[in-house]
């Protein structure tokens, strides 16, 4: 890791953390089959359980089958240089970001949970270039927070504090170097 502006950061997924997230998506598996599969008197209720646990079940199974495969993979999650920044922590990633694009970075709360957000200057050119259900994701969390991209903790090791303070400090530099009209003649 490092904090040059000469050099690159790069973050790996937390081993640890990827681990209690694939726990506990485990148990919600778990609690959507036993949701499924248990014996109600009532019709009503059976039914109710039944669509609840499968639910339950889906969207529980792919956060266990993401987290599982943060773990095993090498890949960094995110990367920070003086181009930009490369968001892949999480399904919802943005890939490749360079700071010209960017609009404003802040760090806001959602659910108990710090977050980064990143405002793009062109939020609809990036929003096409995303495909199927991540791109409604990527609406929804738009129209919720004004953030086109956000970052959690879950797969970083740096605080995110740190990350944040890194991010506006290369994203400043990058700006003063990048003046809209100066370099778009060359």
Known sequence: MSTSYEQQHVEYPSRKRMGWLAAGAALFVAAGFFLMFSDSSDTGDSVISA?????????????????????????????????????????????????????????????????????????????????????????????????????AQSSLSLPLEQLYIMMVGRWKRASEVYKPGQHDKL
């Open 51 to 151: 669509v609840v646990g499968l639910v339950s079940v889906l969207f529980f199974g792919l956060c266990l089958a993401y987290s599982l495969v943060k773990m095993i993979k090498k890949e960094p999650s995110f990367v920070v240089n003086e181009q930009g920044f490369v968001d892949s922590s999480s399904y919802t990633s943005g890939g490749f970001i360079p700071w010209k694009d960017v609009e404003n970075i802040f760090m806001y709360e959602l659910m108990g949970q710090s977050m980064i957000g990143v405002k793009l200057k062109d939020e609809q050119a990036f929003l096409d270039r995303q495909t199927g259900v991540k791109r409604k994701l990527m609406t929804v969390n738009t129209q919720m927070v004004d953030a086109t991209v956000s970052i």
